[in-house]
């Protein structure tokens, strides 16, 4: 009860006019995110986090999150009527989602999807609206020993579960935790790695990092081929018929439990949802075969679990302060930016700001709901702008939101180079995702392991003498030896290359 | 003699990389007055990230195939190539020219390759001037001003 009361002060919060003007910021940017080739979550995101400066954290985070899940929601539309995913979770739907609009149902595709990520979405949001509380409750028990061995779990999940190679996802891993040591040492004090740069003192800025990885390096990697769209076909009947609409809601009522359970692990992603319910739909399909010849439920459940997996994943953030993936991890770094420290006090210390975000979800989706019902056909057209007007319009955005963070061109200098490192990285396989998030979940990394280790009396042993530690850091080690011995056998089946949202 | 993949060099940058950090981390105490010091961490990351960059150039000696994107050549290359000089030129010019004039020139040059060029002007001229008031006049930043003082 008491925790209706709360969502209930939170949706006096939420429903402010200028709190609903962001969530319609924000999850209109989130379409466009989706529907824009070029521009993905991250850097969609990140762009604007240098707007936010001046305001209120919770209007920040209303928006920011908005860009979040919306960009779940647009990223179907150009995958159904172009064969082209506006963002790595909607790749699976590209199989029937272009097939059933070639065989004149793409109305009826959008549809569906935008049904079931309504469905999706708000149940995940009731998920953390009941579930978050007591489990900030219970990680209030949580000492370093057991946030150090949640991370390491988090993060060998998310290189065990993605790539060719796990030496290529570790190697990544390392490379982003070494640049998060750059700079001056919170725990000691000392100045680290910056060659003498004045710049460097106060760290690389994570914004900079992950605009340069994931914005530059897209718009660099698509220079290189012409894109070229074809005119995308025509929508009519939002609905599906009427024998379909059972199986339909079943799909949806199984991707949202998918996509709830897996936004509950830190590390496992939205794309690792989405896949994973377009094979259990397959699988208990009485017809396996009309699946990739445009199969509804081949829509509808993965669809519906990008989604719930995006309000899930607002779970571990809210309570642990733990990014399931690279844009929770910079919706992570604008709630410190902001001066709101993550995890299981949030909830004490700043119910309004908690509660005011998560009622301004059941909103946002359902702003999206009418985008993508309605409006579906106007947002067709917004992903038909050229990417020839687009792309320019990118860089020099990406350029001056960089450069208005600390007023300084060296950072704009360092997001260049880091699109040249973040395009390389993709070219060789290696995983951005990982960098990304040990770069943001750097200084925690090290902070509680020098913590646990201070306090233990013999070594590394520390991470053992608690059940919650031992058990995680246990399931973390099993995790590393079976993707390492299926990595010898040649037997590693990759899930997903590389992620954004 | 063979040649080497893609892989076998981003595998020798990445142990170059993790060996200058390992040498550096060993000017920091690795112990501090309580627990492990600030070289700690740095050190192992580092020692770790050159061992498995190890790993990684014999994993791309043995791979024949090389990676799933092979990198670009003619016109892809030049393609890349020609937007990052952009952003270099535009990252240099910024302070000699100030925003608005670097901005234009920017922009005019990736308009102007595909569209005409008077559509390219005004389009660059727009999104400029718009980028200049929301950032300046709105969120109050400071832009590079150059040696004309606009």
């Known amino acids: 009860m008491e925790t209706i009361a709360l969502l209930l002060d939170g949706f006096k919060h939420a429903l402010t006019i200028w709190n609903l003007l962001y969530c319609l910021i924000g999850v209109s940017i989130g379409m466009l995110v989706g529907v824009l080739p070029g521009l993905g979550p ?92 007591p489990l900030a409750e219970f990680a209030l028990k949580f000492g370093p020993p057991e946030y150090f061995s949640l991370l390491v779990l988090g993060l060998l999940l998310l290189v065990g579960l993605m790539g060719k190679s796990v030496v290529r996802g570790l190697i990544a891993a390392c490379f982003g935790l070494i640049l998060s040591l750059i700079g001056m040492d919170p725990v000691s004090g000392a100045i680290r790695f910056t060659f003498g740069q004045m710049e460097l003192m106060e760290g690389l800025d994570f914004v900079v990092v992950a605009m340069g990885l994931f914005g530059i390096s897209e718009i660099l990697l698509n220079a290189e081929s012409h ?120 909830f004490q210390n700043n119910p309004d700001f908690v509660w005011g975000v998560i009622a ?18 106007v947002w067709a057209k917004v992903a038909m702008v050229p990417y020839e007007i687009l792309f320019p319009l990118i860089l020099i955005l990406s350029v001056v939101g960089v450069y208005s963070i600390r007023s300084s061109l060296w950072d704009v200098g360092l997001m260049i180079a880091f699109g040249v490192i973040g395009y390389l990285m993709k070219k060789l396989d290696l995983p951005i995702a990982a960098t990304v998030l040990t770069f943001v979940l750097g200084s925690q990394i090290e902070s509680t392991l020098l913590q646990s280790l201070a306090s233990s009396q013999n070594g590394l042993l520390v991470f053992f003498h608690s059940p919650i530690s031992g058990t995680l850091i246990s399931l973390a080690i099993i995790i590393l030896v079976v993707s390492v011995i299926a990595g010898l056998k040649k037997k590693r089946s990759a899930l997903v290359s590389d992620l954004e949202a | ?82 937007i990052l000089a952009c952003l270099v030129a535009y990252l240099i010019l910024l302070p000699i020219l100030g925003f608005i004039l670097a901005s234009v020139l920017f922009l005019f040059t990736l308009f102007v390759r595909h569209y005409k060029w008077y559509i390219s002007i005004g389009a660059a001229l727009l999104v400029t001037f718009f980028l200049f008031w929301l950032f300046g006049s709105v969120l109050n930043v400071s832009f590079p001003q150059g040696i004309f003082g606009w």
């Not at chain 1, 809601?249 to 996509?259: D, W």
């Open chain 1, 42 to 133: 991250v850097a969609g995101t990140a762009l604007l986090i240098p707007i936010t400066f001046g305001m209120e954290p919770i209007s920040a985070i209303i928006m920011l999150s908005g860009i979040f899940y919306g960009s779940m929601y647009g990223g179907t539309i150009t995958s159904v009527l172009l064969n082209i995913p506006g963002e790595s979770a909607s790749v699976i739907t590209t199989l029937d989602g272009y097939q059933m609009a070639k065989q004149g149902r793409a109305g009826t595709a959008l549809g569906v999807a935008a049904i079931g990520s309504f469905i999706g979405g708000v149940a995940a949001i009731l998920g953390l609206t009941f579930l978050g509380p």
């Open chain 1, 227 to 346: 894109m070229k769209m074809d005119k995308p076909a025509k929508i009519q009947g939002l609905l599906p018929a009427r024998d379909e609409w059972k199986p339909t809601l079943k799909a949806i009522g199984r991707g949202t439990g998918i996509g709830f359970l897996i936004g509950l692990i830190p590390g496992a992603n939205s794309v690792i949802a989405s896949i994973l319910s377009y094979s259990l739909e397959k699988k208990v399909a009485k017809d396996p075969s009309r699946f990739g010849k445009g199969a509804i439920e081949g829509v509808a459940g993965p669809e519906t679990a990008n989604n719930a997996h995006s309000g899930a994943a607002m779970i571990p953030l809210f309570t642990l302060g733990i990014p399931s993936s690279p844009t929770v991890a910079i919706i992570l770094g604008a709630f410190i930016m902001h001066g709101l420290t993550p995890g299981p006090t949030l």
């Open chain 1, 360 to 377: 301004s979800m059941f909103i946002g989706n359902l702003i999206l709901l009418i985008f993508n019902l309605p409006l579906a056909k």
């Open chain 2, 1 to 82: 003699m063979k040649k080497w993949n893609a892989g076998v060099w981003a595998g020798i940058a990445f142990a170059l990389f993790s060996l200058t950090f390992f040498l550096l981390s060993l000017e920091f105490p690795y112990t501090g007055p309580v627990g492990p010091g600030p070289g700690f961490l740095p050190l192992w990351i580092s020692g770790i990230m050159f061992v498995l960059s190890v790993f990684y150039i014999l994993e791309s000696i043995k791979d024949k195939d090389g990676p799933k994107e092979p990198m670009p050549r003619g016109a892809a290359l030049r393609s890349v190539l020609f």
